[in-house]
């Protein structure tokens, strides 16, 4: 067992879990929206950041991919972690103003109004690629992906088609944070996700 | 469309079967074709055994490749720091004014396909300019447009630009 | 194409020994004539696009002729780019070293018979020092040469880069016969360490310590482990890495075969950006080269060593000059930062011990070898040894490539060598490290130019890229360009670049556009620091620098730009007006036929009138009219 502090508290850990594991283990709150247990974690939100220190030293990592190491001191509440999480969350709120689950996740950590305005007002969707990697790693059919990058960055099928290599298993439905799959689905297999959701239940 | 290099079978078959290669594919096909399609973009997927997916969204990733077929002539105007400075996006407006085409794009007769790159790297130029392989340097618009007419006049013109590499 | 000198005589011998290739070399230098007349001209990417090649091709015509031949019998070499690109085409005649610049085609004629027939320099294609006015003869007086010290540069512009006989003859490769025929894995290493020598690609690790890494990695996970060269230099303004490539391709591949050599490595990697077709020819010609001559594959100079590369193009990505986001698209993937904190010496590509050093690092290597550690640590300063490469562009009298020992002041490139900004005003800043760094301004400009000082003063060393801007170049506007750039470039993975940096460029849109307040600054400073705070790669963590430097020594051009709507450099459009000074305007109507929106009216030989409410600001009035009346306010 590993042994180490999470917010002053001592605590332990298995040897090859992340700090995230740890934290959520002892019950100890970290915001994740590109997080899946079903998924290798991608690091890709940015919303688990924590502060790691020793004595002057400092530094901001991802729980969700940084393992567990005997005798680091971590903190999931400093002013730089606040830093952090307000920017994503106002960010956010701006990108996906249509996705009630962004904005919940927001209010839980006190940020209810965002400086930035929205370019989209339909957008739910914030790329966090939870659908396509879960399609590639759980399913093995990789029938959507992140596709383009930068701001242009998306998730989609090749050439934008509906594909028939997805089987309409509805895993990416399931685990996508935003509710953003919900619309996208219809894109990707041609049919509409009520109409997936109807057949599977 | 005929490849202007290699054909489609040549190029499979230069790289082993394997997905390290797909990068390679592509921009063999890239370059044979000017751009590439939904069916060799497939064949290369295939070849290297990696899902469509993965070779779209390499090919979506990297600015070299086109999904689309490209202009005769290449036009592509450096927006490295130094040519920036020295007014290389006044160059690219003009040319999007002048070529009637945004930047990216193609124009409607397909002579010109209008690009932008992040420094070519010949910043002692600047502003610089690549049509097809040749460099123009401290080019303005209207310099350039004097050259694309000639290009347009004469399809067999060879080096005309200032010096090509 | 340019047609290539072709590759090898036909004798060449396949090298079965250290002592083989020292006798070749032996061999090679008896051959070479030192007082055979040699027209030497520069074919790098600067020189060729003015047309270096159509020069060499006239030289090639006109000697070919009989009457010359029979006089003299010079020879003819093209080599890598020999730095003082703004003066290009450069042509170097030998064994006298006259330094011609700007050569035209129709010069040639006069070089031929005026300098190879009577023995005269033609005075007027020599460079004319601006201070005294006087015309210099050699390379080596002219001060842009004699104020650097050329070390990793030193063959190129002497050596044909596509005659590997020619770089032998040079001193390339013994410093490989010497680690393959004596020097244990452990020495290589250690000479390395005891050099000093950093990373050149931009954050400046210690090289030695990253190969020490290695090897520990490579005794707990054991092989195969990889080499790799970081060719993809996509730091725009930056050309050092493809004038090492281009002109001296055998030092980068003599450092990456030390180095696998050092690690026990089989296969190496040269990852190099498409944008650079020439590097990448140049090098597929010294690999094959090397091969024939059993410098490079299998049982090397019969040591029993075995070490091959293959090059992969990169596809035109930034990002991909990140250290994992290179391996994902070795791997064949798109280019995404890998989200892992393990090194990659100990996991890198293909999930397997990997060295990856930039060009510049790799070319330093052979020397260090070559004439050991401690010659390198002796050179520059204490924790930066070694010199430094930089590409030196903008507004600046002597662009083109320099390279200086570490700690020598930002002064002594930019005014001294550079020869200060066009019409004599002071520098307003030096931007250094590109989109990742940040810049110095003129009250600075006696920072040592290492590693640790641009730090202290905001900014990096970077790959070495020196931007020099003068009072019209406006920092709002430079900062926006970087952030536009890194926005394209950015992988998009990671929610606090791909959305942090739009806000951040649009925020500075607002400024250039006369729109903000002092809040606004510090919005974006915070945004900012949770950005370098949260990125998942460097791209990211290094993106704010350059809006963070300039808000640091420039906040009241900020200031100017929101409360008293106003461009002080002239640049920002919406800030900016055009007119026309009726003193100069001699109406010769060439404004007004360039207009694109048709906003500027006059008769014919009386001043004309820019109608403001019409003018799209593109500039090219400004940049049409040859009599300056053009004012911008």
Same mark, same amino acid.
């Given at each position: 067992?590993? #042994? ?7 605590? $332990?850990? #298995? ?21 899946? $247990? ?143 799959? #919900? ?19 | ?44 997927? %295939? ?37 920036? /400075? ?12 002048? /070529? ?16 932008? !790159? ?6 002692? /130029?600047?502003?610089?300019? !690549? ?26 013109? %060879? ?7 | 194409?340019? @047609? =290539? ?96 610049? &700007? ?33 210099? *003869? ?37 410093? =490989? ?17 005891? @050099?000093?020598?950093?990373? &050149? ?103 029993? +060593? ?105 002064? *002594? ?45 905001? @900014? ?50 607002? +400024? ?52 008293? *709507? ?41 001043? *004309? ?25």
């Amino acid at each position: 067992m590993i #042994q180490f502090t999470i917010n002053d508290q001592q605590v $332990e850990a #298995q040897h090859g879990w992340t700090i995230l594991e740890a934290a959520r283990e002892h019950g100890i709150d970290i915001p994740t929206l590109c997080y899946h $247990e079903a998924v290798a974690p991608s690091g890709a939100c940015r919303l688990c950041m924590v502060e790691l220190k020793d004595g002057n030293w400092s530094k901001l990592v991802a729980s969700c991919i940084y393992p567990v190491a005997e005798g680091i001191h971590v903190y999931t509440e400093t002013e730089r972690v606040h830093n952090v999480r307000r920017w994503i969350f106002e960010m956010l709120l701006a990108t996906c103003p249509a996705s009630p689950e962004i904005s919940a996740l927001a209010e839980r950590y006190g940020v209810t109004s965002t400086r930035f305005s929205a370019a989209d007002p339909d957008r739910t969707c914030m790329v966090c690629g939870l659908c396509s990697r879960v399609c590639e790693e759980v399913v093995g059919l990789s029938a959507i992906a992140t596709v383009d990058r930068g701001v242009y960055k998306r998730v989609g099928a090749p050439f934008s088609r509906p594909t028939d290599v997805c089987v309409a298993c509805g895993c990416c439905l399931s685990v996508c944070p935003t509710g953003a799959m #919900q619309s996208l689905f219809d894109t990707v297999r041609g049919i509409p996700a009520t109409i997936m959701t109807q057949l599977t239940a | 469309m005929a490849p202007v290099g290699k054909d489609m079978d040549t190029i499979l078959e230069q790289y082993p079967a394997k997905p390290e290669y797909l990068i390679f594919l592509l921009q063999d096909i890239q370059s044979s074709y000017g751009y590439i399609s939904q069916e060799s973009m497939q064949q290369a997927s %295939d070849h290297a055994g990696v899902p469509l997916t993965q070779a779209y969204s390499v090919a979506t990733f990297y600015q070299s490749f086109r999904l689309d077929p490209s202009g005769e002539h290449e036009v592509r105007v450096c927006l490295g720091t130094a040519c920036h /400075l020295k007014g290389g996006q006044r160059i690219v407006e003009e040319l999007e004014r002048r /070529l009637n085409v945004e930047a990216g794009g193609t124009t409607a007769d397909m002579r010109f396909t209008l690009n932008t !790159v992040n420094c070519v790297g010949a910043c002692a /130029l600047a502003p610089v300019v !690549v049509v097809d392989d040749d460099y123009h340097a401290n080019t303005t618009a209207r310099k350039l447009e004097k050259h694309l007419k000639k290009l347009e006049h004469d399809v067999t013109a %060879d080096g005309e630009g200032q010096g090509h590499v | 194409m340019y @047609s =290539l000198n072709s590759a090898l005589r036909v004798d060449t011998p396949r090298l079965d020994s250290a002592e083989a290739l020292n006798a070749y070399r032996e061999n090679l230098i008896a051959g070479q004539d030192p007082n055979q007349t040699l027209v030497v001209v520069c074919h790098g990417t600067g020189c060729m696009a003015n047309g270096s090649n159509r020069v060499t091709a006239a030289f090639q015509n006109a000697i070919e002729g009989a009457d010359i031949k029979a006089k003299v019998m010079p020879g003819i070499k093209t080599t890598g780019c020999q730095g003082f690109c703004s003066r290009g085409p450069l042509v170097l005649i030998r064994p006298q070293g006259l330094f011609y610049q &700007r050569v035209k085609e129709k010069d040639v004629e006069e070089i031929i018979q005026r300098t190879l027939i009577e023995g005269q320099p033609v005075e007027r294609l020599l460079y004319k020092d601006p201070q005294t006015g006087k015309r210099i *003869h050699t390379e080596q007086e002219i001060p842009f040469y004699k104020l650097q010290e050329r070390v990793v540069l030193h063959n190129i512009g002497k050596i044909d880069p596509t005659d590997i006989t020619d770089a032998i003859a040079a001193g390339a490769y013994r410093a =490989l016969a010497k680690a393959l025929s004596g020097m244990t894995l452990e020495q290589v290493v250690s000479e390395v360490e005891q @050099s000093g020598l950093r990373g &050149r690609g931009g954050a400046g690790f210690p090289t030695g310590r990253k190969w020490r890494s290695a090897m520990a990695a490579i005794e707990k996970k054991g092989r195969p482990v990889y080499v790799v060269v970081n060719g993809d230099e996509g730091d725009p303004g930056a050309f050092m890495d493809r004038t090492i490539m281009e002109g001296d391709p055998h030092s980068v591949l003599e450092g990456l075969i030390l180095g696998a050599y050092a690690l026990g490595a089989e296969q190496g990697y040269l990852y190099v950006r498409a944008e650079y077709p020439l590097a990448i020819q140049h090098l597929e010609i010294a690999m094959a080269q090397a091969r024939e001559l059993g410098l490079l594959g299998e049982n090397i100079l019969n040591s029993g +060593f075995s070490f091959d590369a293959r090059i992969n193009r990169g596809a035109g990505a930034f990002v991909c000059g990140e250290s994992t986001a290179l391996f994902t698209s070795i791997e064949g993937k798109p280019g995404n930062p890998r989200p892992k904190y393990t090194r990659s010496v100990e996991e890198g590509l293909w999930g397997r011990p990997t060295i990856l050093n930039n060009v510049e690092t790799w070319a330093n290597v052979p020397l260090i070898i070559d004439k050991g550690g401690d010659w390198y640590a002796g050179l520059g300063v204490p924790h930066s040894t070694g010199t430094k490469v930089f590409s030196l562009v903008g507004k600046v009298n002597n662009v083109g490539l320099v390279e200086v020992p570490m700690g020598v002041p930002v002064s *002594h490139i930019v005014e001294a060598i550079g020869g200060g900004v066009p019409g004599g005003a002071p520098f307003k800043a030096v931007q250094t490290g590109g989109p990742s760094g940040g810049c110095i301004p003129y009250h600075l400009k006696e920072t040592p130019v290492d590693f640790d000082s641009l730090t202290k003063a905001g @900014s990096m060393m970077g790959s070495g890229a020196m931007i020099v801007m003068d009072d019209s170049d406006c920092v709002v506007d430079v900062a926006r360009y970087f952030l536009r750039f890194l926005e394209e470039e950015s992988c998009g993975k990671c929610l606090p670049c791909r959305l942090g940096l739009t806000r951040m460029r649009e925020m500075l849109d607002a +400024f250039s556009k006369g729109v903000g307040t002092e809040r606004d600054i510090e919005d974006l400073i915070s945004l900012s620091q949770a950005i370098q705070d949260g990125a998942l790669c460097a791209l990211g963590s290094s993106a704010p620098n350059p809006v963070l430097t300039t808000i640091n020594y420039f906040r009241d051009e900020y200031r100017a730009h929101f409360s008293d *709507h106003k461009c002080p450099a002239g640049v920002c459009k919406d800030l900016i007006t055009f007119s026309i000074d009726p003193d100069a305007c001699t109406g010769c109507r060439s404004c007004a036929r360039q207009c694109p929106n048709n906003c500027i009216s006059g008769e014919k030989k009386q001043p *004309h009138v820019i109608d403001a409410n019409q003018c799209i600001r593109c500039g090219i009035c400004k940049e049409t009219c040859k009599f300056d009346a053009v004012r911008v306010s």
